[in-house]
């Protein structure tokens, strides 16, 4: 896995055509960010998610890098002045302190739209079909848009001490952060060219796991080493966010993060997806994360 997470990285520190003459300063920013570390978990599910297939990794790796992109983006926003306003991210200074509000807005934008260019011509390249390309692209739109992650961060912000009850919480969870993890290991599968029921499993595995994911976001906010997370911890309580810990504490929390991690490895073990190892691999490795 960790092998993936270098190639991932390898690839991403060359995304910007050579010849397209980006004005400096917004594409040390873009890089900035992209290139500062993070676990590379959407793009490790790309490539699990086709593996489990039998889709070859090499096709998996621009979609990969893709969602990465798009992911990188949000947290570029998300620690914005205007919504988290947080100070560190992936162990360094967030990208607004050092560039610039103006100048992270734009890294944000040039990261996102960057995404959908970089999927498109790499599918052209390497003989990714027209129809999974297209299904691709349909869905990092939709599940990355104004009714997934974008959604959902509203729904975050507007939430912010307003949420009532667990199930608002949920629907906050599913869209800010579960969707970008179901588009991945969806996009995984079209890679494979996997069948309806193949991706279904696949999206009720990263419903489930991005769900268990957010929630321990949530407590290593709260219990965490900054050191070791390489944001502020405690973010949460300042912003007087209503969080898992906060409605049910910690214990609680954690026991729900562990059933919802046995929920997500059931949904691979009806027999649909040939080898799922990794997936469930990578599930148990979430459950024990530090960072
Ligand atoms: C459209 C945008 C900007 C989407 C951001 C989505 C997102 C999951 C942010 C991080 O959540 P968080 O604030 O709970 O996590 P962290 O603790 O990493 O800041
Ligand atoms: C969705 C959330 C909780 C934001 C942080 O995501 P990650 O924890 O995957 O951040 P990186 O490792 O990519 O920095
Ligand atoms: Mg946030
Ligand atoms: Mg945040």
Excluded at 92 to 105: C, D, L, Q, S
Excluded at 133 to 160: H, N
Excluded at 196 to 220: K, M, N, V, W
Aim: hydrophobic share 40%; charged share 25%.
């Amino acid at each position: 896995m960790k092998e993936i997470a270098e190639a991932v990285s390898t690839r991403l520190s060359s995304s910007l055509p050579a010849v397209w003459n980006v004005p400096e300063t917004l594409s040390q920013a873009m890089d900035y960010s992209l290139m500062a570390g993070g676990k590379r978990l959407r793009p490790l599910l790309v490539v699990a998610a086709a593996e489990a297939l039998g889709g070859s990794r090499d096709a998996a790796m621009p979609v990969a890098c893709a969602v990465e992109m798009v992911h990188t983006y949000s947290l570029i926003h998300d620690d914005l002045p205007a919504l988290d306003n947080d100070d560190f991210r992936r162990g360094k200074p967030t990208n607004h302190k050092v560039f610039g509000e103006a100048m992270a807005i734009l890294a944000g934008d040039g990261l996102l739209t960057h995404a959908f260019y970089s999927v498109v011509q790499a599918s052209r390249q390497q003989g990714v079909s027209a129809e999974s390309a297209l299904a691709i692209v349909e869905e990092l739109s939709r599940f990355a848009g104004p009714g997934g992650m974008v959604g959902g961060q509203v729904a975050d912000m507007q939430g912010e001490q307003g949420v009532t009850d667990l199930d608002q919480l949920r629907y906050i969870h599913e869209h800010k952060t579960g969707d970008l993890i179901v588009f991945s290991v969806r996009a995984g599968g079209h890679i494979a060219s996997g069948n309806a029921e193949q991706l279904e499993a696949l999206e009720r595995y990263g419903r489930a796991l991005g769900h268990a994911f957010q929630i321990q976001d949530d407590i290593l906010d709260l219990i965490g080493d900054e050191s070791k997370l390489g944001k502020k911890t405690q973010s949460d309580v300042i912003q007087q966010k209503v969080t898992y810990p906060y409605f049910i504490g910690i214990e609680a929390s954690r026991a729900e993060v562990e059933r919802l991690t046995s929920e997500a490895k059931q949904a691979l073990q009806n027999g649909a997806i040939p080898n799922p190892q990794r997936l469930l691999e990578i599930a148990d490795l979430l459950l024990r994360r530090d960072h």
